[in-house]
Every structure is written in C-alpha cells, then in structure tokens.
C-alpha cells in the first residue's frame, strides 16, 4: 500500500520544501508541491491527496501559534463560502483526471499557476480596513474551488489579505485558519471521489510527515526573520520556473 523507497523520499523532498514556504509565508506548499509531484509522474488526485495530508497538520499549527491575532467575526464567512465551493473543485477534478492525459493535466496546472501569479503581482490595491461583500465572495469562492480542485486554494486568501490594512502575523494566521478549517470536507469528497487508490498517496506522506513538520518549524522561524516582500518575491520567481517548467513538459520529454 505504500510508494516505492524512492517515491517516498521524492515526497518528502518536495514537501518539506514546500512547508518550509508555507511556515513562512502562510500558503504556498501546495503551489510548490502539487505540480512539482505531477511533473515527477504522480496523478493529479495522488498529488493533491498528498498536499492535503502533508499540510493539514501544517495548518492547524500555524492557526494555533498565531491564534492571537484571529477575530472569529473575520472568519466565518471565508470558511463557509470555501466549504460551499469545494465539492465543485472536487468534481472537476475527477473530470480532468479522466479526459486528460498526464501531459496536458501538467499544462493545465502551469497556466493556472502564471495566471496566479501575474494575478496577484500584478493587483495593486490600496490596502484597507475591510472589503466589500462581493470581493469576499468571489475570492473564497475561487479559493474554495482551487482547493476541491488541486489542494492549492490559498493564491485567491492571499490577495485578500494583501488588500487589508492588517499584520502580517495577522495575515498568517488568517490563512493558516481558513486552510485548516477545509481539511476535513477535502478529504471527505477526495475519498468519496477516489477510494482506494489514492490510499498509497496518503499512507506514503505520513511517512515522511516528521521530516514535513520539521521543515514547518524552519519556516514559522524564517517568517519572523525575513522581509515579507523579499520572500514572497522569492517564492513567486520559483512558483513561475515550477509553472513554465510544467507547461514544457511535454517539448522537454520528447
């Protein structure tokens, strides 16, 4: 039931490196993670499967460590719009994994991940105390999808939270929150959606999820002792090499 020694440590590699980011910065491991483990042949559920064990317990640390700076008043629509959304992800990724061959599910990944990241540098709003309705709905709504559908659902979280006057602890631990709190219908629908095979996926991570959690650790420290700006400029550049290297695939194999 378990990967080759091989796979494992493949796993461990990519998200440890992965949570490392996310300690950091508060999202990003599945952005990493997910289309890093496609592109080294893994299927897009076994990917997803293993961001989302590798980064459950992730999340639900850095919500506990940065709970100070949560107000529940900012945290229920979020996690109820995401929760409405998810099993839409969910379904559609079944849908790709069925119709696309592994090179295109690369592809799709790649462009999804430049549109991301073009998005978020390239909104620049002025920050403020707090955002209309709409702007919170369709943002968790995205998010909600994103997560159903490759576990990579805090790029919309981040450009709302940058658009608010708040810490970047604050932001952090809104984040790391609102990721927890849809760990458990995810991995409800990924089973419902799946079964069995993606069982390998989740037994393999828990594996290496000493080595994942350490690499958390480093990156919760790293986050009090780097630049913000400076990081997540890190972080998107090799988001962007992930992405272009994804959509190439394909010409590069062949």
């Not at 709190?181 to 393999?204: C, D, R, Y």
Request: proline residues 6%.
């Amino acid at each position: 039931m378990l990967y080759s020694p091989t796979e494992i440590a493949l796993v461990g590699l990519i998200m440890t490196f992965g949570s490392i980011v996310q300690g950091a910065v508060g999202f990003a491991s599945g952005l990493i993670g997910v289309p890093l483990l496609v592109l080294c042949g893994f299927s897009l559920p076994e990917a997803a499967t293993i961001n989302l064990v590798a980064t459950s317990l992730q999340n639900v640390i850095g919500a506990w460590k940065l709970r100070e700076h949560l107000e529940p008043r900012e945290l229920v629509l979020p996690v109820i719009v995401r929760w409405l959304a998810l099993p839409v992800g969910v379904f559609l990724a079944a849908s790709v994994d069925a119709y696309l061959n592994s090179a295109q599910v690369r592809q799709l990944l790649g462009a999804v991940l430049l549109a991301i990241v073009f998005g978020i540098g390239g909104l620049h709003v002025a920050p403020r105390d707090r955002l209309p309705t709409f702007w919170q709905v369709l943002a968790f709504l995205s998010s909600g999808l994103m997560m159903g559908f490759a576990t990579i659902g805090g790029p919309p979280m981040v450009i709302y939270v940058n658009s608010l006057t708040w810490s970047v602890d604050k932001s952090r631990g809104f984040l790391f929150f609102c990721a927890a709190t849809g760990v458990p219908l995810a991995a409800w629908m990924f089973w419902t959606q799946h079964g069995e095979k993606i069982l390998p996926a989740a037994l393999s991570t828990l594996v290496v999820l000493p080595m994942i959690l350490t690499g958390l650790w480093i990156g919760l420290r790293a986050g009090h002792l780097l630049p913000k700006q400076r990081f997540r400029q890190i972080t998107f550049a090799l988001i962007s090499l992930i992405a272009l290297g994804a959509i190439a695939s394909p010409w590069i194999a062949s």
